[in-house]
Nanobody
């Protein structure tokens, strides 16, 4: 069974940095797309960063220039480097993978358990 495990969340002051990681395990053939989402209290989950297997990346306007998504395909791991953090970045951050499993047709969308990021002012 495919599983995503996140780590790296915590407390940080405004202007500081944090690095999140998410590792996938199981019988994985390929990971086509990695996404990072976040959800603040009382708000809907929003997409903040995307990485495709072709090397393209994209970001929401609110994090553009401050966050960087990267992947290590050999380790089936994705990272989110967060710099110049603001209090409004406070949320639970979730990784998401769209992947193909070995010997199984079709694609699967799988989610991590979430990690809390709190930015103090």
């Amino acid at each position: 069974q495919v599983q995503l495990v996140e780590s790296g969340g915590g407390l940080v002051q405004a202007g500081g940095s944090l690095r999140l990681s998410c590792a996938a395990s199981g019988s994985i053939f390929s990971i086509n797309v990695w996404n990072w989402y976040r959800q603040a209290p009382g708000k809907q989950r929003e997409l903040v960063a995307t990485s495709t297997s072709s090397g393209d990346t994209s970001y929401s306007d609110s994090v553009q220039g401050r966050f960087t998504i990267s992947r290590d395909n050999a380790k089936n791991t994705v990272y989110l480097q967060m710099n110049s953090l603001k209090p409004e970045d406070t949320a639970v951050y979730y990784c998401n993978a769209v992947l193909r499993r070995v010997g199984v047709p079709g694609s699967l969308s799988t989610w991590g358990q979430g990690t809390q990021v709190t930015v103090s002012s």
